[in-house]
């Protein structure tokens, strides 16, 4: 037993108790946030600007700036799905869920190869391109920045994204050392797959409606 919980968290033998604390406290509202955007609920956003401030502190303090990016990304797009979110599209009703279009298709492509270009330029300037984690790092940040994009927009695609990019981000993240935010991925996982089918319901209510 005492080699299996080694395994998972003897990386965390070297970090400060303030530090792990807040990684977990971060987790915990990361989680909650995942679980409100799956109910379609507001809280989505505060509880993710709570989580996404915390990783941003520790990631700049462990250098690590992709991860860094992607969360101050998820804090600024999270002020901006608030507004969309809480939008009032007539006299009764808020911005709902809905399909992408093809116009915001174009943009989610041009999100993605720009993230690309932008990270790879950010690692080479502060010379963190020096391993194959440097690569999915670009790619899983492309990924998210989408994701979140679409999200804020309240468009079901973004679930895919979350889904494909949480996968990637469980390994990944145990590789770093960090075994809980790995556990939050993998929570994550389960969470965007419901998240994508309850969405999917309730458009597919309104279909039957309209």
Do not use: C
Not at 66 to 77: E, L, S
Not at 148 to 160: P, R, T, V, Y
Not at 187 to 209: P, S, V
């Amino acid at each position: 037993m005492n080699h299996i919980f080694d395994f998972f968290f003897d990386q965390y033998a070297d970090y400060s108790s303030a530090d792990t604390l807040l990684e977990i406290t971060a987790v915990i509202f990361g989680f909650m946030s995942v679980w409100y955007s799956k109910q379609n609920n507001i809280w989505v956003f505060p509880t993710g600007m709570i989580s996404t401030s915390i990783f941003v502190y520790l990631l700049l303090k462990w250098e690590l700036l992709g991860d860094m990016m992607i969360n101050g990304y998820y804090f600024m797009m999270s002020i901006y799905g608030w507004y969309i979110w809480t939008r009032k599209v007539d006299n009764t009703q808020t911005t709902p869920i809905s399909f992408t279009n093809e116009q915001e298709k174009k943009i989610g492509i041009v999100i993605f190869i720009a993230t690309l270009f932008f990270v790879y330029i950010v690692y080479k300037t502060f010379n963190k391109w020096t391993s194959w984690v440097a690569y999915v790092d670009t790619i899983t940040t492309a990924i998210f920045f989408v994701g979140m994009w679409l999200m804020a927009k309240k468009k079901i695609e973004n679930w895919i994204f979350w889904i494909v990019g949480n996968i990637i981000s469980v390994p990944l993240y145990f590789y770093k050392g960090f075994t809980f935010t790995s556990f939050q991925y993998l929570g994550f996982t389960f969470i965007a797959i419901a998240g994508y089918f309850a969405w999917k319901k309730t458009l597919d209510k309104k279909t039957l409606i309209s």
